[in-house]
């Protein structure tokens, strides 16, 4: 009779514990002013630094987050292209990391070079672990996957184009977990110019659906077409993007990207936009993403993934 109590007991108190949450996916957004950083770390504690920001960016806005999440070394880190407010702030993080011994695997970038002293910054940082991507490259964090599906005017599934811009060579990627997919198209325009080809549209068409897309070249009016918006029918968009004298973000990329109910989230203020009510809004700070198996959370708003 003992036995068949204690067995019962047992068997209570088992099926009354709660099954402990799964980590999500996080994913942060940084509010680096005019610039572009982003931190992705995996339920496994995998983590992948895309950008850096602008200079100084690095080690006032970044490295903080960095420590107060307890990440010491980055299993991968991300250039995207040159331009200073992208590459501006990595040296300062892989420094603030140990340098390169803060890289676990390698630091990937577009290869060739750029006379720009962000440039040799970086390069002096990143010492050995710097290795040149490729496109179609799979970089594996655990169970999340991010996809090279543009570099140097290369896009997957397109012929080749000549660029000549440092945009225009921007490394394009595609963050993948479960059903949840992100695509960071960098500084890709989706509207052609006398000056700089539609790479943009390209991207989306080689890729299917998404849940979250993250603007390049500030907002642009330029920076996404209607196509573009069309085909990768994002649920939610995000700008990073600081106070500037350009007027970005365009009111007309804002006003596309939140039609038919879809939802717009911006690090910071810049004077010139108005994100319509009810469509998103203004963080005022880093925006955080949160996966999750059945759906995501945005600056903490909550969002079902059903593609």
């Not at 990143?126 to 496109?135: A, M, Q, S």
């Not at 996957?145 to 490394?171: F, L, M, W, Y």
Request: aromatic share 6%.
């Amino acid at each position: 009779m003992l036995y068949l109590i204690a067995g019962l007991v047992a068997f209570v108190q088992l099926g009354c514990q709660v099954p402990k949450p799964l980590n999500p996916v996080e994913i942060v957004v940084f509010d680096v002013g005019h610039g572009h950083s982003i931190l992705v770390r995996t339920p496994d504690q995998h983590t992948c630094l895309i950008d850096g920001g602008p200079t100084f960016a690095g080690a006032n806005e970044v490295c903080p987050v960095l420590d107060s999440l307890g990440i010491t070394e980055l299993d991968y880190c991300i250039a995207t292209n040159y331009t200073p407010e992208r590459i501006g702030g990595l040296d300062e993080i892989v420094r603030h990391l140990g340098g390169e011994e803060g890289i676990l695997f390698r630091s990937l970038d577009r290869g060739s070079a750029s006379p720009t002293d962000e440039f040799a910054e970086y390069v002096a940082a990143v010492g050995k672990r710097r290795t040149k991507i490729r496109l179609g490259q799979v970089i594996k964090l655990g169970e999340l996957t991010i996809t090279c599906c543009a570099v140097n005017g290369r896009v997957i599934g397109s012929k080749p184009v000549r660029v000549i811009a440092e945009q225009d060579k921007s490394i394009a990627l595609l963050l993948s977990w479960g059903s949840f997919d992100m695509l960071i198209p960098s500084d890709l325009l989706g509207v052609a110019t006398p000056f700089r080809p539609d790479l943009g549209t390209r991207l989306t068409d080689a890729t299917d659906e998404i849940e979250v897309l993250v603007i390049g070249n500030f907002g642009s009016d330029k920076s996404v077409s209607y196509v573009m918006q069309e085909q990768a029918d994002p649920v939610v968009s995000i700008i990073s993007v600081g106070p500037n004298q350009d007027s970005l973000p365009s009111q007309r990329t804002i006003n596309r990207l939140t039609r038919r109910d879809r939802r717009l989230y911006q690090t910071n203020t810049t004077g010139s936009d108005e994100i319509p009510r009810g469509r998103g809004r203004i963080v005022q700070g880093d925006i955080w993403i949160r996966v999750y198996p059945d759906f995501y959370t945005v600056a903490g708003d909550t969002f079902r993934t059903y593609r």
